[in-house]
């Protein structure tokens, strides 16, 4: 069964400094990626998406990941953090040979301090 | 704002309660889903409707019980529930069902079943 692996349940990073939250999934097949954010008491919402072409994908809020098929990671970027950027980080994947559900890693949270 | 508006946003109930969820998107989408989020475990896909039709039920027990009578509304039935149910329920949407397709969430239904 597909899976997606996120390293670190918790990341805290300081204002202003760069940060990386990691994840890895289990496909050795085609894959669609995406990473969602979620903030305090609200749904999750789309930051950005591999689907196919250039490997280095931007998303919305400075974010960007990186698909790696080798290393079969696509990790999210973002040079400089904001207090605002506080919340849950979800990595998830959708392989058409598991039915195009889409399989969600248990989430990251990004703690900004200032 | 995503366009899909679940309510009520906080719900609690004893476990021979009968409640109901629900769940609209003013997207004109095709596809709706339940996901189950509880504390430290990825989403778990629940349900999922193309069309008005379910295509995807996700061994979910039968204590739950979902009804989509329109491509617009989605209700997620709850009758004699136990306190492992307890955890917050998501509604999403996308235009189809294939895995290039965007889900957009609500901002949940956090249950707490006593």
């Known amino acids: 069964a597909q899976s997606v692996t996120q390293l670190d349940s918790q990341v805290p990073v300081f204002e202003e400094a760069p940060v990386e939250l990691r994840c890895n999934y289990s496909?050795?097949?085609?894959?669609?990626l995406f990473w969602y954010v979620q903030y305090p008491n609200q749904g999750l919402q789309l930051l950005l998406k591999y689907l196919s072409g250039s490997t280095l994908v931007k998303g919305i809020n400075g974010f960007e990941a990186e698909f790696n098929k080798s290393q079969t990671s696509f990790h999210l970027r973002k040079p400089s953090v904001h207090i605002s950027d506080t919340a849950e980080y979800f990595c998830?994947?959708?392989?058409?040979?598991?039915?195009?559900?889409?399989?969600f890693g248990a989430g990251t949270i990004l703690r900004v301090k200032s | 704002e995503t366009g899909v508006t679940q309510t009520p946003r906080h719900l609690v109930m004893g476990m021979t309660n009968k409640k109901s969820l629900k769940c609209e998107q003013h997207l004109g989408h095709n596809a709706m889903y339940w996901y189950k989020q509880s504390a430290k475990k990825p989403l778990e896909l629940m349900f999922v409707?193309?069309?008005?039709?379910?295509?995807e039920n996700n061994s979910v027990p039968s204590r739950f019980s979902p009804e989509c009578p329109n491509s617009s509304h989605l209700f997620l039935h709850l009758h004699t529930l136990q306190p492992e149910d307890s955890a917050l329920y998501l509604c999403?949407?996308?235009?189809?069902?294939?895995?290039?397709?965007?889900?957009?969430f609500g901002a949940g239904t956090r249950l707490s079943v006593l």
């Open positions: 998830a994947v959708t392989v058409m040979e598991y039915g195009n559900k889409l399989v």
């Open positions: 409707y193309n069309f008005k039709e379910q295509t």
């Open positions: 496909s050795s097949v085609s894959v669609y």
């Open positions: 999403a949407s996308s235009q189809g069902s294939g895995r290039e397709n965007i889900q957009y």
